[in-house]
């Protein structure tokens, strides 16, 4: 099964602009889906954003407009571009398979905070 790991958390000033990498261990092309996540803390994991084989994507109410998913499949990638952060885009990020996640299985994640 792939597996998953994330790279680019880092703390960001409100309004900046931050891009977060998965790496898969093979290859990604015959994943009908794949996702980003997100845990604020004390809260519960929430999809945030998520890519269809198509390049069909889905997005969480709250970031719509401010965060674009990427899928590559020839480098086994999926980016996030999120610009304009917010405090309340603070959390540890993560990337997954509906596969995995429903299995509840997942890497160690990326820390992102939002704070000045």
């Known amino acids: 099964q792939v597996t998953f790991k994330e790279y680019g958390g880092e703390l960001v000033q409100p309004g900046g602009s931050l891009r977060l990498t998965c790496a898969a261990s093979?290859?990604?092309?015959?994943?009908?889906?794949l996702s980003w996540y997100r845990q604020a803390p004390g809260k519960q994991r929430d999809l945030v954003a998520s890519i269809s084989i198509g390049g069909d994507t889905t997005y969480l109410d709250s970031v719509k407009g401010r965060f674009t998913i990427f899928r590559n499949n020839v480098l086994n990638t999926l980016d996030l571009q999120m610009n304009n952060l917010k405090s309340e885009d603070t959390g540890v990020y993560y990337c997954n398979s509906d596969a995995r996640a429903s299995s509840n299985s997942w890497g160690q994640g990326t820390q992102v905070t939002v704070s000045s």
């Open positions: 093979g290859r990604i092309f015959n994943i009908s889906r």
